[in-house]
């Protein structure tokens, strides 16, 4: 695969939990050179049995490595984390790109201390690795793009930043729906919601189609378990869900909750 010219760059990706290893994997089997890929994580030695049986450990660089190295940066740590960049220095023409949820650009280029910062939120990896992945990216840019169409991963268009907080929770949906089993009260609290985010309708119809079907309680649990990040957008929701609160206001919560990380960190800025 041609990759619009990618697969001649080199792509870092700092922090390898599933998003980073769903990102690195999707690369590899759509066509990446695998050489060309630079990982890194922070030691925990169950991620790096993850990467080990995954193939991956051939990639594992140092951080300022891949800062100093990768044409394309992808930042794929918890956004309550990404002060731990702060001071770190990319490639002068490295494409930064951040897929932490709620952290704005003008927040990121204080972080990086840099101006080609560009935000790309996902899906989660099982779709991603599916080729039935949706993602959003801000501001635009034609490499991304491009690199996410050899990805097959279908690109949702924007109408500015503000859309991300929406995307972010919308794109979990497929966990919010196996946490609330009623499809009435599904359609109606996204019906409700969508009137004032359209992106939650344009992503609903997405969300049935990549659901898993899971048939015990366990699955459930360990899906959404794998799906959720401790403090994030999507244990936000399912919390909302399982207190029994409406559906609508569960993803009204989740949107809340990236702003409130968003709030956090520019605090801690300060």
């Given at each position: 695969?041609?990759f619009?010219g990618v ?11 599933h ?7 999707s690369l590899i089997q759509n066509g990446?050179?695998?050489?060309k890929?630079?990982?890194s994580?922070r030691g925990?030695?169950a991620t790096?049995?993850?990467l ?5 450990v051939s ?7 891949i800062l100093?190295q990768?044409?394309?940066l992808?930042i ?6 990404i002060?731990s960049?702060e001071g770190n220095?990319a490639?002068?023409?490295a494409?930064i790109?951040?897929?932490a949820?709620?952290?704005?650009i003008s927040?990121l280029?204080k972080?990086?201390s ?8 996902l899906?989660?990896p099982?779709?991603?690795?599916e080729?039935?992945g949706?993602a959003?990216?801000y501001?635009?840019q034609?490499?991304l ?7 097959r991963?279908q ?5 500015g ?19 609330e089993?009623?499809?009435e009260?599904i359609?109606?609290?996204v019906c409700?919601?969508g009137?004032e985010?359209?992106?939650?309708l344009?992503l609903?119809d997405w969300?049935k ?10 699955e459930?649990d360990?899906?959404?378990?794998k ?7 999507t244990e936000?929701?399912?919390?909302s869900?399982k ?5 609508a ?7 809340e909750?990236?702003i409130e990380?968003s709030?956090?960190v520019?605090?801690s800025?300060?």
């Amino acid at each position: 695969m041609d990759f619009c010219g990618v697969n001649q760059l080199k792509v870092g990706i700092v922090g390898c939990g599933h998003l980073g290893q769903g990102i690195a994997l999707s690369l590899i089997q759509n066509g990446f050179p695998k050489e060309k890929l630079m990982l890194s994580y922070r030691g925990n030695p169950a991620t790096y049995q993850q990467l080990e049986e995954k193939g991956l450990v051939s990639c594992l660089c140092e951080n300022q490595t891949i800062l100093e190295q990768a044409d394309i940066l992808f930042i794929t740590i918890k956004p309550q984390d990404i002060m731990s960049m702060e001071g770190n220095r990319a490639a002068k023409d490295a494409l930064i790109v951040s897929c932490a949820a709620g952290l704005p650009i003008s927040l990121l280029q204080k972080v990086f201390s840099a101006e080609r910062i560009y935000r790309m939120m996902l899906s989660g990896p099982d779709t991603i690795l599916e080729g039935k992945g949706v993602a959003a990216i801000y501001p635009e840019q034609e490499v991304l793009a491009g690199l996410l169409n050899q990805m097959r991963v279908q690109k949702i268009p924007l109408s500015g930043e503000g859309d991300l907080n929406a995307f972010s929770a919308a794109v979990c949906l497929p966990a919010a729906m196996l946490q609330e089993s009623d499809p009435e009260k599904i359609q109606a609290g996204v019906c409700a919601i969508g009137k004032e985010y359209p992106l939650f309708l344009d992503l609903y119809d997405w969300a049935k189609q990549v659901r898993p079907s899971l048939r015990t309680q366990e699955e459930i649990d360990a899906y959404i378990a794998k799906m959720a990040t401790k403090g994030g957008i999507t244990e936000a929701i399912v919390n909302s869900l399982k207190r029994q609160e409406p559906f609508a206001d569960a993803l009204h919560k989740g949107i809340e909750r990236g702003i409130e990380i968003s709030s956090a960190v520019q605090s801690s800025l300060k």
